[in-house]
């Protein structure tokens, strides 16, 4: 691979970082502001509770609690911006059964106890939503990215991969959220809502860009915890789990191919076929570590049904005799 692409994946790489980093330090200073009786615990220990926030939407309690999926999958084909989406899912109907929720959970769990603080914490933001946005609630975020999931048929997300889904949607949604977050008092929800101070013609939910660098920062194709878990599946040696690193990062990172779920046989092959020896120029043996490392992979995704249905039980062309 010629040195220009291998920076190019890197300047990507530090770019999603350093979004990433914000998205964090945004969740925590929002965190902060929810916190709604300090004198009732530390704000320390606030702080920790609420990061457990997300994780009740796959609760017993809150686990029929989501969005249309229709709708959200009509917004999602029409590449709204899904922060705009999240605006317009908050209805004044969908607050008021959001806010009767938690109402409820507060009236029926121990004062002071984790869940009680939590119910606390909610109802508090749902109050003072002119100074904590709705789309700072990790729950709410968490609501609509469980509904997203059933939206595109993804049935990774839960409780043990949500944190890792709301810094995802931060990141590329990351100017969007910077937007909302400087004008939380002019933001109107429901079927009307709107972004203040932006166009939003200019985003289109798929990429975003740095403001200091016109470089473009892409969703990632596949969570980070899949390819830990089929990382983890492989008995392989030190020097094989590194070729094989190297292998993905060329497909993930350089080729950019689209989300998982968008992935079909002709898009291997034209990655294999095509890309892949047009751009890296590869001897034999990389282009025989390419399809080997590309078929292991797509097995895997195979065997947790995370690949489409058009791949069927035949691999793809370009990986045929691949060992």
């Not at 945004?26 to 502001?33: D, L, T, V, Y």
């Not at 999602?76 to 009767?100: S, V």
């Not at 002019?186 to 289109?204: M, Q, R, V």
């Amino acid at each position: 691979m010629a040195k220009k692409k291998v920076r190019k994946a890197g300047m990507v790489k530090r770019q999603q970082t350093k979004k990433h980093t914000k998205a964090q330090q945004r969740r925590k200073f929002a965190s902060r502001r929810m916190i709604s009786n300090p004198q009732a615990a530390t704000q320390k220990r606030l702080e920790e509770l609420l990061s457990t926030l997300p994780y009740l939407a796959f609760s017993e309690r809150f686990e029929d609690f989501k969005f249309d999926v229709q709708t959200v999958k009509k917004e999602l084909d029409a590449k709204t911006p899904e922060p705009l989406i999240l605006m317009r899912l908050l209805t004044d109907e969908f607050l008021e059964g959001f806010r009767a929720r938690f109402e409820e959970f507060e009236r029926e769990t121990t004062p002071q106890s984790p869940d009680n603080l939590l119910a606390k914490a909610t109802i508090h933001q749902l109050d003072h939503s002119n100074e904590i946005p709705h789309l700072s609630n990790p729950m709410i975020v968490a609501v609509y990215l469980k509904t997203r999931a059933e939206a595109l048929g993804d049935d990774t997300l839960d409780k043990e991969t949500i944190h890792d889904a709301l810094n995802d949607y931060e990141v590329r949604n990351s100017d969007l959220i910077e937007l909302i977050s400087e004008s939380p008092n002019e933001l109107i929800y429901g079927p009307e809502a709107k972004i203040p101070n932006s166009s939003t013609s200019e985003f289109d939910g798929k990429v975003i860009t740095d403001s200091v660098s016109e470089e473009v920062v892409r969703v990632p194709p596949i969570p980070e915890k899949i390819l830990v878990d089929f990382r983890e599946s492989l008995d392989w040696s030190d020097e094989e789990l590194s070729r094989l690193d190297e292998d993905l990062e060329v497909f993930l990172d350089d080729f950019q191919p689209p989300v998982y779920q968008e992935w079909t046989p002709d898009l291997i092959d034209e990655f294999i076929n095509e890309w892949f020896v047009r751009e890296a120029n590869p001897l034999e043996e990389d282009l025989a570590s390419m399809r080997k490392n590309m078929l292991y992979f797509l097995r895997h995704l195979r065997e947790k049904s995370l690949l489409p249905s058009c791949f069927g039980d035949t691999r793809p062309a370009s990986l045929e005799g691949a060992a």
